[in-house]
């Protein structure tokens, strides 16, 4: 069993910052890449950031020089440091894992997702 757990979200002023997590934990022999995802109410999941074991990111343009995901491997850990925040950021945010097993099996894992509320 491998379980994905988000913290970090809450409500912050339009401008302000917030830094979530994702701890990954369980039968795991290995995660490739790590990311974040957000939803707004009314819209599709979309990508935020992604970055691999080797440290290569990914950012989507509306993210860009504002936000920076990084990982722990040692921790299993994610985290998505988000600056400069807007209301438009305002969404539930979902952590995302590519994880091989300790039976060898590879698959997608998500969280359970955090709000992000910003105000303006």
């Known amino acids: 069993q491998v379980q994905l757990v988000e913290s970090g979200g809450g409500l912050v002023q339009a401008g302000g910052s917030l830094r979530l997590s994702c701890a990954a934990s369980g039968s795991i022999f290995s995660i490739n890449y790590m990311g974040w995802y957000r939803q707004a109410p009314g819209m599709q999941r979309e990508l935020v950031a992604t970055?691999?074991?080797?440290?290569?990111?990914n950012y989507a343009d509306s993210v860009k020089g504002r936000f920076t995901i990084s990982r722990d491997n040692a921790k299993n850990t994610v985290y998505l440091q988000m600056n400069s925040l807007k209301p438009e950021d305002t969404a539930v945010y979902y952590c995302?894992?590519?994880?091989?097993?300790?039976?060898?099996?590879?698959?997608?894992?998500w969280g359970q997702g955090t709000q992000v509320t910003v105000s303006s």
């Open positions: 995302n894992a590519n994880i091989r097993t300790n039976w060898g099996t590879d698959r997608m894992y």
């Open positions: 970055i691999t074991r080797g440290d290569s990111t």
